[in-house]
């Protein structure tokens, strides 16, 4: 598996990879609904957004994480985050987490495009033959988005990790794997073609 961390471009989003100079612009993205306050998932705020920062960078130093900011092409803002983590490329596996977007442009067909830009380079470039996401039982909307995609659900992982409240989280699983992708990519095509 490639090891290299690129930009990668679309015709809406640009996925730039994450550095320290870009925390106050996250900041400023999370304030955009207030995301941090989030029971399902963790989103930077003013007292998390240097340990969020150094958990990704740290990740990248050791290759087993490629975090990403996601650009606004139209107005050139950052408007979220995501990444590649758990990268095992003796397996060629992966997963496609941390994904988060501002609260006003979520439902844009920007997560769509992410999601096209980062499934076409691990499939494509990467050569993985499973990309799996992994989201909070509870999270209905993250739930219905990775089905959207095309992923299929695999089950529920109970008491997979500690939420910062100190619930224990139960985990859905799902996973795209390569003899899918085809298929997969064409679908988001289409619905890539309906945000115009």
Known sequence: MDSQQPTLHGSIVTLLPLQQEHAPALLRAAQDGQLWQSRVTNIPGPDTVDQYLATALAGRQAGTVMPYVIVQRATGAI????????????????EIGHTWLTASVQRTGINTEAKLLLLTHAFETMHAVRVQFTTDELNEQSRAAILRLGA??????RHERIMPDGRKRNSVRFSIIDTEWEQVRAGLEVRLGTHG
Request: glycine residues 10%; aromatic residues 10%; hydrophobic residues 40%.
């Open 152 to 157: 299929v659900q695999e089950g529920i992982v």
């Open 79 to 94: 408007v979220g985050s995501t990444r590649f983590w758990k990268i095992d490329r003796l397996n060629r596996k992966l």
